[in-house]
């Protein structure tokens, strides 16, 4: 065994832990091995990146194509119009026929594809028979995975390996070679699901009978448990405020959904909309909110004098004027990103630029050079401040002055926290006066500490007391909003989920499209709210429901994720139209060019017709294919890239080059020799069902194109060593490759159903194992009687 061989096999084993692990996402993962491979010199750094002119990946990239001009001229909905008339009312025929339908397709284009696509069919499905989603989808992601099995362009294992085969010397498989194996297991598969599956599917109960949709809501999402109403009193400072003004959701981390006026209900109301004493406002999210913020008690605002404005600036305090530098790196930020106050030990009081002046209410204000900035702090740091490259000059002022100059009186506040407060014991951060009311504490002054006891600019890691005085900047309206949220009063019960809905108001459910590169971002950082004006109500993720309680735009979105917004249909109808996000309610989603859907069947036909005849190499086919999809206005040429999965293709590049390591460090023998050779010895069944067993438990944690190329060279070079058909053993590899049913993490597609149908992971481990034991023994008793060893 050279040193080679050792390397490759710690690559190797380093590679499976950051894929099982997700420390690092997969397409980083292909890069570190290629880069560790070149740099060690197991393979040339001349062919290390020849991966990447593979024609398994320009392949890829080209059916990626061809199946988003399938896509976007929704062939599907033809599709699934069929399957609605022929399926009728049972329950059997319609899991039967989805499945044959979601399996034909994904053996004509990617599997992801096909399944994003009938998605939204089969919610519509479910819905008009009253059967929960959670019966089909499940269904529906085997019958995709199955049928990508059954052609060579189905799903990237498939493409990788005939790639692999080819470079060999063995010939490469056709594009139906798959066929025999892969209908065999999906016609097993589907027989499997509608006499045994179904009945491990997960049906939860939910409360409530009013109906399918209404249900599905009430018992998912909880919305029955976190509806609720309360009444603006009369004489509230709330009274002609818009819902801007009145920080509804940044205070108290709720969303409005409706506002009850004169016995007229209001819904979605637009941020403008001007509240009104005795409306009453209907919530969405935790009750306990409301009732937390009265806990605070009433933070008596006692209007100070001048004093106050001295007190501020006694002993080390000061005052001073600072101005941003033509060069700064502060400017274009805001005052908030910045982070100021702790990152210079100081606070802005006040802004001017030219002759306006702002104060209190400018921490979203962009800064600009020549800005001036006034300055609370002390006065040996902000001493410090003028060798910062960020100001250009520093001068002082007194309180006399700077009160005249920036009407600085009028924003300060001196607030106490009375006795039994709940802000007894938080944290400056956890009261969130700063991000809910814009109200800044400059000094807690307290009683009974070091010194005098008070705390000059506190941090937002300094804990409140009760009996606390509180010396605060801020615009006086902002706490009235607070007293008079405090002053809400309690309504009766609020409305069904039935009446905050009409023809122009209503209910959606989302889930990020496969191609989306918002995973790991959260709404806030998309602008979603702003973008499309829609309530975000609730994520299902993994069998539980994060509701607005935890703060939703600020949550980071996972694949899979199924979001539930509310809000004027014809902006749901406009989130449609974002490649990001997939809307899963029928009549909301996207208008498909249908009337290029003829085009782009015809197109689909000739691809196979000219692969399947040899007139063209496949990748050539699937390259004129997506080209002619583009011609054709079956796609728009902006619309082409984003489709590309380019995480895939860097994956595959970087894959391809470790297949090549352990080809030619004899790695790839050794594996052969000593572990797959070994199970030969007790027949080929049993190496068979080693080789599938190898594949397919990989395939649960570790990205099935990267398991083929892994055991490929494996696969060959047990071929070679026991004189047996490289083709029989690759189409084990093949199968066992694609068979990713024990877990959500082993297969896109699984991930993808897994929010909108509700489902827990253990919800596939116990439908999907008695289907991979069956694809065992099909594997180990009907594929040599197609590809004899």
Request: aromatic fraction near 6%; charge should be negative; include cysteine.
């Amino acid at each position: 065994m050279n040193a080679d061989v050792f390397i490759v096999l710690a690559i190797i084993a380093v590679a499976v832990v950051l894929f099982v692990t997700e420390w690092v996402r997969y397409d980083g993962v292909a890069l570190i091995v290629l880069l560790a491979l070149a740099i060690s010199g197991v393979i040339p750094m001349s062919r290390a990146i020849e991966g990447f002119a593979n024609p398994a990946v320009v392949t890829i990239a080209a059916v990626l194509v061809l199946s988003g001009g399938l896509y976007r001229t929704g062939v599907a909905n033809l599709v699934g119009a069929q399957v609605m008339r022929l399926a009728g009312d049972s329950p059997v025929r319609v899991t039967g026929l989805m499945m044959l339908t979601a399996g034909l397709m994904s053996g004509l284009m990617n599997n992801i594809a096909a399944t994003a696509l009938l998605l939204p069919v089969v919610l519509d499905i479910a819905r008009r028979l009253g059967m929960r989603p959670s019966r089909l989808l499940i269904p529906l992601s085997f019958a995709a995975l199955l049928g990508g099995m059954t052609t060579l362009i189905g799903t990237g294992p498939n493409i990788l390996l005939s790639t692999v085969l080819e470079r060999s010397g063995e010939g490469s498989f056709g594009l139906f070679s798959f066929t025999p194996v892969g209908a065999a297991a999906l016609v097993l598969g589907v027989l499997y699901m509608i006499l045994a599956g179904r009945h491990l599917l997960p049906d939860r109960p939910t409360d409530g009978d009013e109906g399918a949709g209404d249900v599905d809501l009430r018992g998912r999402y909880d919305l029955g448990e976190t509806l609720f109403s309360l009444r603006i009193p009369r004489g509230s400072a709330l009274d002609g405020k818009s819902l801007i003004q009145a920080r509804l959701g940044r205070a108290l981390g709720i969303d409005l959904l409706a506002v009850r006026r004169h016995g007229q209900l209001l819904r979605a109301p637009e941020p403008e909309f001007l509240l009104a004493s005795g409306d009453i406002l209907i919530f969405e999210g935790r009750r306990d909110a409301v009732d937390g913020l009265r806990a605070w008690g009433h933070l008596a605002n006692h209007e100070e004098s001048e004093d106050t404005l001295w007190r501020l600036v006694e002993d080390a305090t000061a005052l001073a004027k600072i101005e941003i530098a033509p060069n700064s790196g502060l400017i274009g930020s805001t005052v908030r990103s910045l982070d100021f106050r702790n990152r210079f030990q100081a606070h802005i009081v006040a802004l001017r630029r030219g002759d306006e002046i702002r104060s209190a209410s400018f921490q979203e204000t962009r800064l600009e050079a020549g800005d001036t900035l006034l300055l609370l702090g002390r006065e040996d740091r902000l001493q410090q401040l003028r060798y910062e490259d960020e100001f250009s000059s520093l001068g002082w002022t007194d309180i006399g002055t700077a009160t005249r100059e920036y009407d600085l009186q009028r924003w300060l506040m001196r607030l106490r926290i009375p006795e039994g407060s709940a802000l007894h014991g938080q944290t400056l951060a956890e009261s969130r006066l700063s991000h809910a009311f814009d109200l800044t504490v400059l000094e807690i002054q307290r009683e009974g500490g070091s010194g005098n006891g008070n705390i000059f600019l506190p941090r937002a890691s300094d804990v409140l007391r009760s009996g606390d005085g509180l010396i605060v900047e801020g615009n006086p309206e902002a706490y009235a909003v607070l007293d008079a949220l405090q002053a809400l009063e309690p309504h009766d019960a609020p409305p069904s989920l039935r009446e905050l809905e009409s023809e122009r108001v209503g209910f959606g459910e989302v889930t990020l499209a496969p191609s989306s590169n918002i995973v790991g971002k959260t709404l806030g950082e998309i602008f979603f709210r702003e973008s499309y004006g829609l309530t975000l109500l609730a994520i299902w993720r993994g069998g539980q429901t994060i509701h607005s309680n935890i703060r939703l735009g600020e949550t980071r979105l996972q694949f899979g994720d199924a979001l539930l917004v509310y809000g004027v249909r014809k902006k749901i109808q406009l989130l449609a139209r974002d490649p990001r996000f997939l809307v899963l309610t029928a009549e909301l989603r996207e208008v498909f060019r249908a009337r290029r859907a003829p085009v782009a069947s015809a197109i689909m036909v000739g691809v196979i017709l000219a692969a399947s005849l040899n007139l063209l190499p496949v990748y050539i086919a699937a390259l004129l294919g997506a080209l002619l999809m583009v011609f054709s206005g079956c796609l728009k040429w902006n619309e082409v890239y984003p489709l590309i999965e380019w995480r895939v293709v860097v994956l595959l590049g970087g894959m391809l080059a470790l297949g090549l390591a352990m080809e030619e460090s004899g790695t790839a023998e050794l594996l052969a020799r000593e572990v797959v050779g070994r199970a030969a010895e007790a027949g080929p069944r049993v190496l068979i069902a080693t080789l599938f067993l190898l594949c397919a438990l990989a395939a649960q944690f570790v990205p099935t194109s990267a398991v083929a190329v892994l055991v490929a060279p494996i696969a060959l070079s047990t071929a070679t060593e026991l004189d047996i058909s490289a083709r029989a053993l690759f189409m084990v590899v093949a199968v066992g490759s694609s068979c990713a049913f024990l877990s959500p993490f082993g297969h896109p597609v699984n991930l993808l159903v897994m929010g909108v149908g509700g489902y827990k992971v253990t919800d596939y481990t116990r439908v999907g194992a008695p289907l991979f034991l069956l694809l065992l023994l099909l594997v180990v008793f009907f594929l040599p009687v197609v590809w004899p060893i």
